[in-house]
């Protein structure tokens, strides 16, 4: 048995140790919100924050995600900065099919909570890692320096 | 029927309705119907009400549009949700000449029901060929017209006053004194009346809503994550399947020790398929985890193609050219043309497999049961879907009830079945549900690929360098040889291989055009974003490219020359990209700009690239232009979002992609070693729309199909160099 910290919620899971942190929530928790596209750290879909900071749910193992504050996109709204992000991302109308949008939210909180005033470069660096086949890329650059501007 | 609904409808009613649906050639506004849960969101249903399992035929239950005894109207969209906004831009339709505030309609999914949503350009129901809003245009706001004199019939008829005294506006019809009455409180009646035919459409000088930014309908839930894709959705009972395809086409299954797998926790069931081995467990990781347990011990028999590379697959592709083939075209007398000229130009261009790659892999939940084979699946061609759940479960295709979901990325990739029909045949040997889903890996290796193309052209130039004519060799595989044989004719001439070729935008009086269909061995080749446009604009383009330069004129006067006084409309948007582009001003050496125009989806698009060189071969993409004139718009933020994702999906496969086979195999497998455009390579793309008031053309590949040629004209405006073989990272180049 694990205990999870998610979304400020004690929850107790009785999975394989090494099970990636992404599966637990998706078919264990199920909550879906936190998307599969690669399982290698390549595509940045099952973006999460662990202690504040973007990591890859898909490569981390759930025994390390235990003792550590992990919170989805489900919960992120709920955060000044995470509602401010989702609003901007709806105002820019970022979406297209939506499915890597909960990993492209996720990485741009932990984005601008590092650095509120990010310019061009700072966004290459820190949303490289997120892939978008629908290639929304010109709006989430867009979505991103409009928070970060307000 | 859903039980919750206040007015059952009995047998007889259902079909004279369906009857008079057909008789308005496919329309049918069911305003009889209360509000009730559409069943693509029966998801949520079947979480509410385990038990409500009962079979629903998937007869047209209103074909387009349903009133609901409370106002509320729903939209049954005959196309799916996949990023494009298509049902947005349908709902924008639907209340504007239903006189209803946008927030009013909801939309819910059409069963599969060729007789009622075939596509009237596809020929078949289907999402794709861009073709959505060109063929709903009309129909969807007829429907929806003839809805709004029915409610207002219905109020006048109540009122005792003429219906020519009363107006429909904000989901009310308002008779005289003000009088007012919701279109809820006289839905019941209106659905007594006949339908009217040949209802007048409002004039775009009176839209109130189409041609205004609206915000999609479906994008909230998309940055919150409570939107379900097909891999999110959860059934009662349901179990986690992943599949591994024998990795040879043709290939099969011989044998494997399941006990391995077995003995990984969580692993429920190995199945055994013909030419593939599934493990289902309680989650998904147990079913990665058993998979990668079989692998040692899993036999496959390759079949006949287990030896096939790449090399040989192009070759034949070669070999190809010395059989006649299907013409296409012919026009003039191209040999004599080609003898006589002043001079000539060859070139030969190629363009690779490509894996569609959406990021949400393939995934279909699906349950047989003795009464029914239920599937939730998003899918483009949900005929299709249903037929191939038929054939895999043993069932009548009545039988078969399919749940069409949003979905995670398609670009053609979900107009095919095959995992459809292995899900369902997975389903059929357990006695729950499962959600089949495939790894990345799975799904890059056992895509069905854009074909691998060859051209070669020959032109006849006069003095001045201007054609004469020329002839077109197309080489590839026919996608709809295989996809749909009736649609083509027994020379074998597959109108989308030759797409803005057989009929190229520049008026030639000497023309030949050949198209030699070559199925390659070991691969499957399908629809892929962009299709016929996305060949022909880039080997056309390319070409009268080179033309220009051999002629040393300015790329964007030699096709206004060429072009004459055809086209206005593309005559029109190259200039304006060419101004926006600022393309008269000198760049200095290392960089360069390149131009491309076509007619694509009934849309006329000029892109223009600007880039830069360093030492190192390294690209930078300075700007991007991208000028549409794609008719009447519906929802201009739709469009631009559409054009700017549609370019750069275009750039990421002319930069990077490259599907190839080794042994018989596909050789690239995850986003690793099949790299995909990201933030940091994306240039901003500037898009530019005309205003028109011509129909609609298509938007959702259009972008897609212009950016190679731009690409690859401004390599050679940047180096002096052709590079003529897509993509253009073979030729030693990378993003910076
Ligand atoms: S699924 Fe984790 S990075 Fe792709
Ligand atoms: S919106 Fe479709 S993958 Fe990003």
Redesign the interface.
């Given at each position: 048995m694990l205990t999870l910290t998610i979304n400020d919620v004690d929850l107790e899971v009785d999975?394989?140790d090494d099970?990636?942190l992404l599966?637990?929530l998706?078919?264990?928790l199920?909550?879906?919100?936190?998307?599969?596209?690669?399982?290698?750290a390549?595509?940045g879909?099952c973006t999460v924050h662990m202690n504040g900071n973007a990591v890859r749910s898909c490569v981390l193992p759930v025994s390390e995600a235990a003792g550590n504050k992990i919170t989805?996109?489900?919960a992120i709204?709920k955060t000044a900065l995470g509602k401010r992000v989702?609003q901007a991302?709806?105002e820019h109308?970022?979406?297209?099919?939506?499915?890597?949008?909960?990993g492209q939210?996720m990485a741009a909180v932990a984005l601008l909570e590092k650095v509120p005033d990010v310019d061009d470069a700072d966004?290459?660096?820190g949303?490289?890692?997120?892939?978008?086949?629908?290639?929304?890329?010109?709006?989430?650059?867009g979505a991103i320096k409009s928070v970060a501007k307000a | 029927m859903n039980k919750n609904s206040s007015a059952p409808v009995s047998p007889e009613r259902r079909r004279m309705l369906k009857a008079s649906g057909v008789a308005l050639g496919g329309l049918l506004i069911a305003t009889w119907l209360p509000p009730m849960v559409p069943k693509s969101f029966a998801i949520q249903r079947l979480e509410e009400e385990p038990e409500d399992h009962e079979l629903q035929p998937p007869t047209a239950l209103g074909a387009f549009l349903r009133v609901g005894h409370n106002g509320h109207i729903t939209l049954i969209s005959p196309k799916i949700e996949m990023g494009q906004g298509v049902q947005t831009g349908f709902a924008m339709m639907i209340a504007e000449e239903l006189e209803v505030p946008l927030s009013q309609v909801s939309v819910a999914e059409a069963p599969p029901n060729p007789e009622l949503y075939s596509d009237s350009i596809l020929n078949f129901q289907a999402t794709g060929g861009s073709a959505s809003t060109r063929s709903n245009w009309e129909p969807l706001r007829e429907a929806a017209a003839a809805a709004r004199i029915m409610l207002i019939q219905a109020a006048a008829n109540q009122w005792q006053v003429s219906a020519a005294d009363c107006r429909a506006e904000n989901g009310q019809v308002i008779g005289p004194g003000d009088r007012r009455l919701g279109y809820g409180e006289v839905v019941a009646a209106a659905a007594e009346l006949t339908v009217p035919e040949n209802v007048p459409l409002k004039k775009p000088e009176d839209f109130k809503i189409i041609g205004k930014p609206a915000q999609r309908l479906d994008t909230p839930s998309k940055v919150d994550g409570s939107a379900k894709f097909t891999i999110d959705l959860h059934v009662p009972g349901m179990k986690i399947a992943s599949a591994r395809a024998c990795p040879v086409v043709g290939g099969t299954l011989v044998a494997v020790d399941e006990s391995r797998a077995r003995a990984v926790p969580g692993v429920v069931e190995v199945i055994k398929l013909d030419n593939a081995v599934a493990v289902i467990g309680d989650h998904m990781w147990a079913a990665i985890k058993g998979l990668e347990a079989l692998e040692e011990s899993v036999e496959w028999d390759f079949g006949a193609h287990g030896g096939i590379d790449q090399a040989q697959i192009e070759q034949a592709l070669r070999d190809a050219f010395e059989r006649d083939g299907a013409i296409a075209n012919d026009v003039g007398d191209i040999d004599k043309a080609l003898d006589g000229a002043e001079s000539k130009i060859e070139a030969e261009y190629e363009m690779p497999f490509l894996a569609h790659s959406p990021l949400e892999p393939m995934t279909c939940v699906a349950q047989v049961r003795a009464d029914a084979c239920e599937l939730w699946v998003g899918t483009q061609a949900p005929v299709f879907a249903r037929q191939a759940a038929a054939k895999a479960s043993g069932m009548p295709a009545e039988k078969v009830i399919i749940h069409n979901q949003w979905i995670g990325g398609a670009f053609g990739r979900r107009l095919e079945t095959d995992f459809i029909t292995q899900a369902t045949a997975i389903a059929k040997q357990v006695d729950y549900p499962i959600k089949l889903v495939w790894t990345r890996e799975e799904d890059t290796t056992h895509d069905l690929y854009r074909p691998h193309y060859i051209d070669r052209f020959a032109a006849a130039l006069d003095a001045d360098g201007m054609p004469i004519g020329w002839s077109q060799t197309i080489v590839g595989a026919s996608v709809l040889a295989r996809f749909a044989p009736d649609a083509v004719p027994p020379n074998g001439l597959d109108s989308d291989a030759v797409e803005n070729s057989a009929n190229p935008l520049y008026p030639l009086s000497n023309l030949r055009v050949r198209y030699v269909p070559e199925a390659p061995k070991a691969i499957l080749n399908s629809w892929w974003r962009g299709v016929g446009p996305l060949h022909g604009a880039y080997v056309v383009e390319s070409f009268v490219d080179e033309l220009a330069y051999a002629a040393k004129q300015d790329p964007v006067d030699y096709r206004l020359k060429l072009l004459g006084d055809q086209h206005p409309r593309a005559q029109a948007v190259l200039r304006l990209a060419a101004e926006k582009a600022n393309w008269r001003q000198p760049l200095p050496d290392g960089r360069g700009r390149g131009v491309a125009v076509q007619e694509v989806f009934g849309s006329y698009l000029a892109t223009v690239v600007e880039l830069q060189i360093d030492a190192n071969n390294g690209v930078r993409i300075k700007r991007l232009i991208c000028v549409a004139d794609c008719g009447i718009v519906t929802n201009p933020t739709s469009v631009h979002s559409q054009l700017e994702g549609g370019t750069l999906f275009g750039l990421s496969a002319a930069l990077y992609n490259e599907i190839t086979v080794k042994n018989g195999r596909v050789e690239q497998s995850n986003y690793n070693d099949y790299r995909q455009l990201r933030i940091s390579d994306a240039p901003p793309v500037e898009v530019f729309v005309v205003p028109s008031t011509e129909a609609p053309g298509g938007i959702g590949e259009a972008g897609t199909a212009m950016i190679a040629p731009a690409l690859m004209n401004a390599m050679h405006a940047a180096t002096g160099k052709r590079f003529r073989r897509l993509p253009l990272a073979r030729a030693g180049f990378h993003v910076i």
């Open positions: 999975v394989p099970m990636p599966w637990v998706r078919d264990v199920g909550m879906t919100g936190t998307k599969y596209g690669c399982g290698i390549q595509c879909v989805t996109i489900e709204g989702q991302w709806l109308e970022v979406v297209q099919c939506g499915y890597c949008q909960s939210i966004i290459d660096l949303m490289a890692g997120n892939m978008c086949r629908c290639c929304t890329y010109t709006r989430i650059r | -």
